[in-house]
């Protein structure tokens, strides 16, 4: 099992920014990717942001060129630095990671909200 201690989520003006953090315990010797998730209202779970145990990232057509996504294998933690949010980027924002034996996890998310 994978346990998940997620924070940086709140209220912010378009335009504005936001960091998200999340620290991973539990079976985590066997992670390899981490990264991070949304769900809108009424819609389905979506990739926003993964990076693998060497850094390599991945990015959703929305978040690039506006977020950031790192991580430290040392301290088993992974960030996503969002800039110039817009009011289409409010959801729960759930961490993840991904075993190398292929079982996934996800967080229980933390709520961003972009509004005036």
């Known amino acids: 099992q994978v346990q998940f201690v997620e924070s940086g989520g709140g209220l912010v003006q378009p335009g504005g920014s936001l960091t998200l953090s999340c620290a991973v315990s539990?079976?985590?010797?066997?992670?390899?990717?981490m990264g991070w998730y949304l769900q809108a209202p009424g819609k389905q779970r979506e990739l926003v942001a993964t990076?693998?145990?060497?850094?390599?990232?991945n990015y959703a057509d929305s978040a690039k060129g506006r977020f950031t996504i790192s991580r430290d294998n040392a301290k088993n933690t992974v960030h996503l630095q969002m800039n110039s949010l817009k009011p289409e980027d409010t959801a729960v924002y759930s961490c993840?990671?991904?075993?190398?034996?292929?079982?996934?996890?996800w967080g229980q998310g933390t709520q961003v909200t972009v509004s005036s």
């Open positions: 990076i693998s145990r060497a850094g390599s990232t």
């Open positions: 993840y990671v991904r075993q190398s034996i292929g079982r996934e996890y």
């Open positions: 539990g079976s985590i010797f066997s992670i390899t990717t």
